[in-house]
């Protein structure tokens, strides 16, 4: 692996073709660049700007390539230099080549000149919506393994890849609340059966040993507070109509105290490991436990018992311990739940006062209209929508763990734009880190990751997705509102773009071509002249000026 080869003198054909040419150049720049990993010291080159360390890419096969990452070196992107005005920073991922590539570029005049174009879009900061709350990933018991396995060099490396002012700056981290499916066992903190006073609550080691440890060391690294709330998936079995962590059951109505009492316990205990949550969601995917046989880690709410239970147990249990200022999202499930679930229960005048946002998951999002996105919001307006948990290969016919899908990039990237252009607030993905077979899942529902662990080399490897989520966090900041950016006549179907005003002034276009072909773009700015741009095939893109 990974260094450059001898060419052949010898069978080689009388004719080399234009395909024969291009794979040796495609093989020659990987290898060049996987010799960085095994070198003892770095040049970045010039056209990775900002002193970017570049990917060091690994083929595993797929669609695209992977970013191997050691306990010595790790590609990153520090933050922009912004240039001056007039001249906008671009950063490029495709499936051929690049990951963050970064080039600088003037302004066009008004007119785009002999620019053939097929897309024209105009940018208007005047026109704003909603306010971005952030980007970031679950801190699950099986993340906080898999990143520990890893020796302590390559461990802050990993952390550094999401939290830090190198990496993609995430400001957003969802914990789970006792055991969930990316656990190696099933456990609540209070399963001594009857025990309604909860006097036997106690954290695990789960929390102990792996998550408050790695939260701890990500929190250390962040150069923004880290927002954490908790989910969780299941009451104690016995307080459940059917004894059990899964399966068909619901919470019985006779510990609908108890259950919101374990919310103040946990929050209590965290705060004891020093550690705040900022948010709580009510309850993970709350239709699993309708299902009969589900097979991991769930307990089944209506949208009608949701209600009663939140205003009548878990709301005032949550002031009355002075939580009252933790945020609450309802549902922690599927788009298709809009706008039913939250007319349900925010309609309840004493329910909706202890409500703040919407959490929604995207495993159907591409059976639903977003327009139950713009419906929801229209309906109640003063509460967020915030996407709390995606994953790839979760289908019954996928593979858990493709080594450079980059098809998982556009499934990301087109999600997150989708939902951003109809009012949701931010994305925050699943595991931040599994292993090779994509677990450990107590119950066998492995999936996919943006980084992957490999233990046994001491390596782990950043899929595309990884890339997706960071075209986002890094250069859209908490705080952002999302501006105009309409486009002119016919668009093609497989284009797909947001933008972005920040806090600090600058302005960021994110731009994802699905299709096998270039496009030649414009973006109109005012004050500023066109943004003249070439969105290759199969690529990603953010572009960032002041």
């Not at 073709?17 to 495609?26: G, S």
């Not at 306990?71 to 933050?79: A, G, I, V, W």
């Not at 970064?102 to 007119?111: I, L, P, S």
Request: net charge negative; charged share 20%; hydrophobic share 35%.
């Amino acid at each position: 692996m990974g260094l450059i080869k001898e060419t052949a003198v010898i069978n080689k054909p009388a004719v080399i073709t234009d395909k024969d040419k291009e794979e040796l150049r495609n093989r020659i720049t990987r290898d060049k660049k996987e010799m960085v990993l095994h070198a003892s010291f770095y040049s970045t080159p010039k056209c990775w700007g900002q002193q970017q360390k570049p990917c060091v890419p690994r083929d595993f096969g797929e669609s695209s390539f992977v970013c191997v990452c050691n306990s010595s070196y790790c590609d990153d992107l520090p933050p922009p230099t912004l240039p001056p005005e007039g001249q906008y920073l671009l950063y490029t991922s495709d499936r051929a080549e690049n990951r963050f590539y970064a080039t600088q570029d003037f302004f066009a005049g008004r007119e785009a000149g002999p620019w053939s174009r097929s897309v024209d879009l105009t940018l208007d900061v005047d026109q704003q919506y909603q306010s971005v709350m952030g980007w970031g990933g679950a801190f699950t018991d099986a993340t906080s393994l898999n990143i520990l396995s890893l020796s302590p060099p390559a461990q802050d490396l990993l952390l550094r890849s999401y939290f830090s002012s190198s990496g993609l700056e995430y400001n957003l981290g969802r914990i789970n609340m006792g055991g969930c499916d990316f656990s190696w066992r099933t456990y609540t903190y209070a399963d001594t059966e009857g025990d309604v006073e909860l006097e036997t609550f106690e954290l695990q080691p789960e929390d102990l040993e792996y998550k408050i440890p790695v939260i701890h060391r990500a929190l250390s690294m962040s150069p923004v507070p880290l927002k954490l709330f908790a989910s969780p998936w299941t009451a104690p079995p016995w307080m459940k109509t059917n004894n059990d962590y899964h399966g068909y059951g619901q919470l019985l109505p006779e510990m609908y105290q108890p259950w919101a009492n374990y919310f103040v316990k946990f929050l209590q205990s965290y705060a004891a490991q020093n550690l705040s949550m900022w948010g709580l969601t009510t309850q993970n995917e709350p239709l699993d436990g309708y299902i009969p046989g589900f097979t991991f880690n769930c307990m089944g709410w209506t949208a009608a018992q949701q209600r009663q239970w939140v205003a009548e147990n878990l709301g005032p249990t949550l002031e009355a311990a002075g939580y009252g200022d933790v945020i609450l999202m309802i549902l922690d499930d599927q788009r298709i739940n809009l706008p039913d679930w939250p007319i349900e229960v925010l309609a309840n005048s004493t329910a909706s006062q202890y409500v703040d946002g919407i959490a929604l998951h995207w495993y159907v999002d591409q059976y639903v209209d977003p327009k139950r996105l713009n419906q929801t919001h229209n309906l109640f307006p003063e509460y967020f929508m915030l996407n709390t948990e995606a994953c790839e290969g979760t289908g019954p016919l996928e593979t858990n763990v493709v080594l450079g899908s980059w098809e998982r990039l556009e499934n990301y990237a087109y999600d997150i734009i989708t939902d951003m252009n109809h009012w949701v607030t931010g994305w925050v993905d699943w595991n931040l880190a599994l292993d090779m077979t994509g677990g450990p899942n107590w119950a066998d529902f492995n999936t996919d990751s943006p980084i992957i662990v490999n233990q046994e080399t001491d390596e782990f490897y950043k899929n595309p997705m990884f890339y997706a989520m960071g075209h986002f966090s890094k250069f859209v900041k908490e705080g952002a509102v999302r501006v105009g950016l309409t486009g002119h006549g016919s668009q093609p179907s497989a284009l797909d773009y947001t933008a972005f005003l920040n806090p600090d002034g600058t302005k960021a276009i994110v731009i994802l071509n699905r299709s096998d072909e270039e496009v030649m773009m414009t973006v109109g700015v005012s004050d500023r002249g066109t943004l003249a741009l070439t969105i290759g095939p199969r690529s990603l893109h953010t572009a960032l000026f002041a």
